[in-house]
C-alpha cells in the first residue's frame, strides 16, 4: 500500500508510503515547495506512516500554514484518502493505492508532467530520490 500526492495546480505526483515524507524548502524534503524571497528555508510539514495502518500530516513549523480538508491543522492529523493537503499555498491531492505498482519500500518517485511548447503534448518524466 503506498499514497499519491498530486499537485492540483500542476498535475505533478509524488509516490510514497513506508517512511517519513519531509514537505518544506530544505534540501532534505522528498516533497520541495517554492521558498518566498528572503525567507529562510525550513521543513514545513511531514507525512508519517501510522502504526495500524494509515497516514498522519504533521505540522513542522509554527509560521507554515497547513491545512488537511480546509481545516488548519495545529499539530498532527491524520490523512484520509481524498483530502486536500495545503501547505503554505501548495495544494495537493492525497489517494491511497494498492496496484501493487509502486513499492513503498523503494523510496519516494516523482512524476512530473511537463507541456513541451513545440507540440503542447503533456511529457512525462521520471526521477526518483531514494529517502533515508
Not at 82 to 95: A, H, K, M, V, Y
Request: net charge positive; aromatic share 6%.
Amino acid at each position: 500500500m503506498y499514497y499519491r500526492l498530486k499537485n492540483i495546480d500542476t498535475g505533478d505526483c509524488l509516490l510514497a508510503g513506508a517512511r517519513r515524507l519531509d514537505i518544506g524548502h530544505t534540501p532534505s524534503c522528498g516533497l520541495r515547495t517554492e521558498c518566498g524571497s528572503g525567507e529562510e528555508p525550513r521543513v514545513l510539514a511531514s507525512i508519517l506512516p501510522r502504526k495500524g495502518g494509515g497516514w498522519i500530516l504533521t505540522r513542522r513549523d509554527d509560521s507554515a500554514r497547513v491545512a488537511l480538508a480546509g481545516r488548519p491543522v495545529g499539530v498532527a492529523a491524520a490523512i484520509s484518502p481524498g483530502d486536500e493537503i495545503d501547505i503554505d499555498g501548495t495544494r495537493l491531492r492525497f489517494t491511497v493505492h494498492t496496484d501493487g505498482d509502486y513499492d513503498p519500500a523503494a523510496g519516494s518517485v516523482r512524476w512530473t508532467f511537463t507541456r513541451l511548447p513545440e507540440d503542447r503534448k503533456q511529457t512525462l518524466y521520471k526521477t526518483s530520490k531514494k529517502m533515508d
